[in-house]
């Protein structure tokens, strides 16, 4: 099956690190010709910004989140994509990554695919990890970031995966919404294994139930020069001095 990838994401806050992941959408709509949707809640400005980067924007009330991932999942309806990747707008996901990605799922069909870990850096200097680097990997099931949604699946869930009300929590119910579909074709790998690099930067929320040690920073620095052009690179390093987590 040829795979025409959608990408949602949601927008808060944090100007500076909301255009260096726009910046990163940019290039990855340039290069795969992928369909990037951000639902936001700061108004026209942030909808131009968007737009100068060739992002579709909606807009929509911060709170319940449920809600307002539904609000932007219902846009991407109406764009011709056979599966969407979930992003948060502090997801770093490198062109490998949406390569393999995109790949398998043609060559296998998947209805629901994503990876079991991710690396996390911490950027927020009164929570845990603050200045440190991590790989995290996750529980019993796929969830976090770049994980991807059929349009099979999603019509069977009428595009609306997660609860309304919900703040937190929203991988789990997305989770079960999915399970819905009995025939759901799934499949799994990890990022660290695969060689792939998708990274978590995390300035605000808290980092919790890291098993194990930190990595050495100066890995991080040349993962992202090794799987980012180099003005991206330069640019979350640049972000990270700033807050004194580098």
């Avoid at 994509?81 to 296998?108: A, P, W």
């Avoid at 200097?125 to 970031?145: E, H, M």
């Avoid at 999915?178 to 990274?199: N, P």
């Avoid at 990595?215 to 640019?235: A, I, Q, Y």
């Amino acid at each position: 099956m040829k795979v025409n990838l959608g990408i949602l994401t949601a927008l808060w806050g944090r100007p500076e690190l909301t255009e260096l992941f726009l910046r990163r959408m940019s290039h990855l709509i340039d290069k795969f010709n992928i369909t990037v949707m951000a639902v936001g809640s700061q108004g026209k400005e942030l909808s131009a910004l968007c737009e100068s980067y060739k992002v579709n924007y909606v807009e929509h009330e911060n709170k319940p989140l449920g809600k307002k991932w539904n609000h932007g999942l219902e846009a991407m309806r109406d764009f011709p994509v056979t599966h969407v990747m979930i992003l948060g707008s502090d997801d770093f996901v490198s062109d490998s990554l949406i390569e393999y990605s995109i790949n398998k799922i043609e060559d296998r069909g998947y209805d629901f695919y994503g990876s079991k870990g991710l690396y996390i850096y911490g950027a927020h200097p009164k929570r845990r990890g603050f200045g440190q680097f991590w790989y995290f990997k996750y529980g019993g099931y796929v969830g976090g970031p770049a994980r991807c949604y059929s349009r099979r699946l999603l019509d069977n869930c009428d595009w609306n995966l997660w609860s309304y009300n919900k703040n937190y929590g929203l991988d789990g119910s997305a989770v079960k919404r999915i399970k819905m579909l009995k025939d759901r074709v799934a499949g799994s790998y990890d990022v660290e294994t695969e060689g792939l690099f998708m990274v978590d930067i995390k300035s605000s929320g808290n980092i919790s139930g890291i098993p194990g040690g930190a990595k050495p920073r100066e890995g991080f620095v040349n993962m992202l020069d090794t799987h980012l052009p180099k003005d991206e690179s330069d640019g979350i390093v640049d972000f990270l001095k700033s807050m004194k987590a580098l």
